[in-house]
């Protein structure tokens, strides 16, 4: 069992660029969960994966964000034309599919900052 | 609407004195709770959780939680805190409906030789 891995671990960008980050999950899990987390704050939801099928999506995720988890493995976030306040922590958390009880499993955060 | 509410955002203890951090949720239901610790560059880590059955939870590194339904607290507690401890607890509530956490704002714990 190696963890939930995130890539890169720090991204600088210049407002208006695109980016993007990956999540390996841990690999028997189905589920794959993104979070944001800015300075002070706990992770807020963003959007949630059962294998391939992207499930949930919350308001906070504009038009600007899309996440893709193609073959049910690994997952990206991109984030096009960011804003300064995109800056923030991206965590990824993964679990097996045990419903309601499931245990999300977290990633080191990709931490980005949009100057 | 659920919530979690940790009412202090920073504490302070010596090392090897003990430890209580504080976490209120508002659900309908049964919650199901979680406590996850954060050290800097580090993801986040789970201490403990509780589902259902004693509502005294054990968890990893000495900590333990008791649920207390008629207080919807979850404070997770710790008999002697070592410097090693400093870090973000976070407090999370997973709901029935849905597959999201919710989590608290955390509390950020200093230990002091």
């Known amino acids: 069992d190696t963890g939930v891995s995130q890539n890169p671990r720090h991204k600088i960008t210049k407002r208006g660029q695109n980016v993007t980050f990956r999540c390996d999950p841990i690999?028997?899990?189905?589920?794959l969960y993104w979070y944001r987390q800015t300075l002070g704050q706990g992770p807020e939801f963003l959007t949630y994966?059962?294998?391939?099928?992207?499930?949930?999506k919350s308001r906070l995720l504009s038009d600007r964000f899309s996440a893709e988890r193609p073959k049910g493995s690994f997952s990206t976030l991109e984030i096009q034309r960011t804003e300064q306040g995109d800056s923030a922590m991206y965590l990824c958390?993964?679990?097996?599919?045990?419903?309601?009880?499931?245990?999300?499993?977290f990633g080191p955060g990709t931490r980005l900052t949009v100057l | 609407a659920q919530s979690v509410t940790q009412p202090d955002i920073h504490i302070t203890v010596s090392e090897g004195a003990s430890l209580e951090l504080r976490c209120n949720y508002s659900?309908?239901?049964?919650?199901?709770l979680f406590w996850y610790v954060q050290s800097p560059g580090q993801g986040l880590q789970l201490l403990l959780k509780y589902f259902s059955g004693d509502t005294l939870v054990q968890g990893i590194k000495g900590f333990e939680a008791e649920f207390k339904r008629s207080q919807s607290s979850f404070n997770l507690r710790k008999p002697s805190v070592h410097w090693s401890d400093a870090a973000e607890y976070f407090c999370?509530?997973?709901?029935?409906?849905?597959?999201?956490?919710?989590f608290g704002t955390g509390t950020s714990l200093t230990v002091i030789p």
């Open positions: 690999s028997e899990h189905n589920r």
């Open positions: 994966f059962q294998n391939e099928a992207q499930l949930e």
């Open positions: 659900y309908g239901a049964t919650p199901y």
């Open positions: 958390a993964s679990s097996r599919n045990r419903g309601y009880r499931d245990t999300q499993y």
């Open positions: 999370a509530v997973g709901v029935r409906t849905g597959n999201q956490f919710y």
